[in-house]
């Protein structure tokens, strides 16, 4: 009798070792849930006599340990699991195999469930890094394509305006990377959070200067070039102003070619 127990054990752990071979590269979460509950339910059909054996109950426990393990393999694959994590975990767990040669059967082997503070603290640090690169990716996104709002001014050249809106997306984003640095996974983007840090002030320092520049130029403007008594009364003002006009309207007219605001940033003498 229980040289029939073995024989069929046998059976169901063909199909373990199969699964065991597969290479984690190649791994389908619902592929080998699949396969591990289809064996658990070959082995919930075995006949009484065979299932009264402890080689029975020893085996079906270890296939349950099998099928939790799967779950974790399945949080282990998600996209927060970048090679340094691995690196870690390999090397906390002893495995003493390259992350690109691992197969299923090095991380049953390794005892995840036994493991699992092991397991858990990287996976949370893999979080914790995944929403801060994400907080980045967003912040690059937007400022790669974030567009001026332009407004036709007279015949002469276009102002800014959506204001508020600008402002709005500036101070959130440097609120963000203030929240970031708060961060105990801050470390690792330290060198690509603080230049956009850095340039994030820039740009509200240089388009706080711009608001009240260009308010100041439109009543000017209006004062200036709106009446002819003006003109001849202040002529030495008039004459000053004409050269501001000039070069205001110069940028202006550079702003509205390539109104994106990484884009105007760059132009030689902004500030």
């Given at each position: 009798?229980?040289?029939?127990?073995?024989?069929?054990?046998?059976?169901?752990?063909?199909?373990?070792?199969?699964?065991?071979?597969?290479?984690?590269?190649?791994?389908?979460?619902?592929?080998?849930?699949?396969?591990?509950?289809?064996?658990?339910?070959?082995?919930?059909?075995?006949?009484?006599?065979?299932r009264s054996h402890n080689v029975y109950d020893e085996?079906?426990?270890?296939?349950?340990?099998?099928?939790?393990?799967?779950?974790?393999?399945?949080?282990?694959?998600?996209?927060?699991?970048?090679?340094?994590?691995?690196?870690?975990?390999?090397?906390?767990?002893?495995?003493?195999?390259?992350?690109?040669?691992?197969?299923?059967?090095?991380?049953?082997?390794?005892?995840?469930?036994?493991?699992?503070?092991?397991?858990?603290?990287?996976?949370?640090?893999?979080?914790?890094?995944?929403?801060?690169?994400?907080?980045?990716?967003?912040?690059?996104?937007?400022?790669?394509?974030?567009?001026?709002?332009?407004?036709?001014?007279?015949?002469?050249?276009?102002?800014?305006?959506?204001?508020?809106?600008?402002?709005?997306?500036?101070?959130?984003?440097?609120?963000?990377?203030?929240?970031?640095?708060?961060?105990?996974?801050?470390?690792?983007?330290?060198?690509?959070?603080?230049?956009?840090d850095e340039k994030l002030q820039k740009i509200r320092?240089?388009?706080?200067?711009?608001?009240?520049?260009?308010?100041?130029?439109?009543?000017?403007?209006?004062?200036?070039?709106?009446?002819?008594?003006?003109?001849?009364?202040?002529?030495?003002?008039?004459?000053?102003?004409?050269?501001?006009?000039?070069?205001?309207?110069?940028?202006?007219?550079?702003?509205?070619?390539?109104?994106?605001?990484?884009?105007?940033?760059?132009?030689?003498?902004?500030?």
């Open positions: 009798m229980l040289k029939n127990v073995w024989a069929e054990v046998h059976k169901v752990w063909q199909n373990i070792d199969a699964i065991n071979e597969t290479p984690l590269s190649a791994y389908v979460h619902k592929k080998v849930k699949e396969a591990l509950d289809s064996l658990n339910e070959m082995m919930n059909d075995f006949p009484n006599r065979l085996y079906k426990a270890l296939l349950q340990k099998y099928r939790k393990t799967n779950g974790l393999f399945l949080e282990l694959k998600s996209e927060a699991m970048k090679p340094r994590h691995w690196k870690q975990l390999l090397t906390k767990l002893r495995i003493k195999v390259k992350f690109n040669d691992l197969i299923l059967s090095n991380l049953w082997q390794a005892d995840l469930i036994k493991n699992n503070k092991i397991v858990a603290e990287i996976l949370n640090e893999a979080r914790g890094e995944l929403i801060l690169e994400e907080f980045i990716r967003s912040i690059k996104d937007c400022w790669a394509k974030y567009e001026l709002e332009l407004i036709r001014y007279q015949s002469k050249c276009r102002l800014i305006r959506g204001w508020d809106d600008l402002f709005t997306q500036i101070d959130e984003h440097i609120n963000n990377i203030a929240s970031m640095k708060m961060s105990p996974y801050y470390k690792v983007f330290e060198e690509e959070i603080v230049p956009w320092i240089v388009f706080d200067n711009w608001i009240d520049v260009q308010r100041r130029y439109v009543y000017l403007e209006g004062i200036f070039f709106g009446s002819a008594d003006i003109k001849s009364m202040l002529s030495a003002e008039f004459n000053k102003f004409r050269g501001i006009d000039n070069e205001f309207t110069q940028l202006m007219k550079k702003v509205a070619q390539k109104p994106i605001v990484l884009d105007v940033m760059s132009i030689q003498n902004l500030q």
